[in-house]
């Protein structure tokens, strides 16, 4: 894998000089942001993938309705296999499929009951999203570099372990490492939230301190609630899965944190699949979990949130095999704090 990155590392200029001008374009106001008549709040990262976003709208969603708003979520849609525009939810019917939607949005709406949609342009997306539902603040998920829509709150999410880790080649600008832009695009952010889903605190390494000055700092991690049967919706506690030799199934973006936890939760992870981020299960792969689950005489599948979504479709084709999903959440280490935070931002 080093070796193509080497390969491809003459490109990475090419796509910084594309990203730096078309930023400069937004910055000296060639390019301009438009505004809608609610409340917007972004959601975004400088990565691609593993940051934590989808958690961190579904606390933000969560935390809204809590204090009487009237949330939305609109999304790109990422993996889905439409275009356009896409009204998901009404906040009480999901009006489509996980195919056609996303499984992050998909996931979100179904979690959080709140309306949902999703469209590529978010600026066309909100103001028809508005038209179908009822809602005074919308939550755009990964819009941090999608700079046409005028926000309130610009939220940047760190994963700890990408900024402390000594791989520097995933510190590198695509295609050669996982940043979308350069560090520097972190002056953008109004607020920085550093996951460190479920590791011990770190310091920002000295090297990168410079660019978070004057920035608001929360930092956030996961929390395991139990295991839910993915067909008949029964809930578990974490007791109820520790020795379980289990097959693991996950097809996430980082599937490190996932394993992580259910090692602490200690729950065999040695008999595990590995699928590529945001995979479309097919019957092909069902009945490769289904060859290896009885291969390896395991007791249970245990997968993501966002895999259980996707699979609970091929309900006919587990009906002999228990498939569960690990339900988290996301906690923010200092929650007043960063509540009154958006709070002020939004009123």
Same mark, same amino acid.
């Given at each position: 894998m080093n070796f193509l990155k080497i390969i491809l590392y003459p490109f990475v200029p090419v796509y910084a000089f594309v990203i730096?001008?078309?930023?400069?374009?937004?910055d000296d106001g060639i390019f301009k942001s438009k505004s809608v008549p609610v409340k917007v709040v972004s959601v975004g990262n400088l990565t691609v993938g593993g940051s934590g976003k989808t958690p961190m709208v579904i606390y933000l969603t969560t935390m809204l309705k809590k204090f009487a708003k009237k949330p939305g979520v609109l999304s790109r849609g990422y993996g889905r296999n439409t275009k356009g525009y896409l009204?998901?939810?009404? %906040?009480? &019917? @999901?009006?489509? $499929?996980?195919?056609? !939607? %996303?499984? &992050? @949005?998909?996931? $979100?709406?179904?979690? !959080?009951?709140?309306?949902?949609?999703?469209?590529?342009?978010?600026?066309?997306?909100?103001?028809?999203?508005?038209?179908?539902?009822?809602?005074?603040?919308?939550?755009?998920?990964?819009?941090?570099?999608?700079?046409?829509?005028?926000?309130?709150?610009?939220?940047?999410?760190?994963?700890?372990?990408?900024?402390?880790?000594?791989n520097s080649f995933n510190r590198k600008l695509m295609p050669t490492g996982l940043m979308r832009e350069p560090f520097s695009s972190i002056k953008r952010a109004d607020a920085v939230i550093i996951n460190r889903k479920f590791s011990d605190k770190k310091e920002i390494p000295d090297e990168f301190k410079k660019y978070f000055i004057d920035k608001a700092i929360f930092t956030s991690h996961y929390k395991a609630i139990s295991f839910v049967?993915?067909?008949?919706?029964?809930?578990?506690?974490?007791?109820?899965?520790?020795g379980q030799h289990s097959l693991v199934v996950s097809g996430i973006a980082n599937s490190y944190s996932f394993l992580n936890i259910l090692r602490q939760t200690n729950v065999n992870t040695t008999n595990k699949m590995?699928?590529?981020?945001?995979k479309e299960y097919t019957l092909k792969e069902v009945q490769q979990i289904r060859k290896r689950?009885?291969?390896?005489?395991?007791?249970?599948?245990?997968?993501?949130?966002?895999?259980?979504?996707?699979?609970?479709?091929?309900?006919k084709e587990f009906?002999?095999?228990?498939?569960?999903?690990?339900?988290?959440?996301?906690?923010?280490d200092e929650q007043q704090k960063f509540e009154d935070y958006?709070?002020?931002?939004?009123?």
């Open positions: 730096n001008l078309r930023n400069k374009f937004f009204y998901v939810s009404d %906040g009480e &019917e @999901i009006f489509t $499929t996980v195919e056609k !939607c %996303g499984d &992050e @949005i998909y996931h $979100t709406a179904l979690h !959080c009951k709140v309306p949902a949609a999703v469209s590529e342009n978010r600026v066309v997306g909100a103001n028809k999203f508005l038209h179908d539902a009822n809602v005074n603040t919308i939550i755009l998920d990964d819009a941090f570099q999608h700079r046409w829509i005028k926000r309130d709150a610009d939220l940047l999410l760190f994963e700890q372990q990408f900024l402390v880790s000594d049967d993915v067909m008949k919706h029964t809930i578990y506690e974490l007791k109820d899965f520790e590995i699928f590529r981020d945001h689950f009885y291969s390896t005489n395991a007791y249970s599948v245990v997968t993501t949130q966002k895999d259980a979504v996707k699979l609970i479709k091929f309900a009906d002999d095999i228990d498939v569960f999903y690990l339900e988290i959440e996301m906690q923010m958006i709070l002020q931002k939004i009123n």
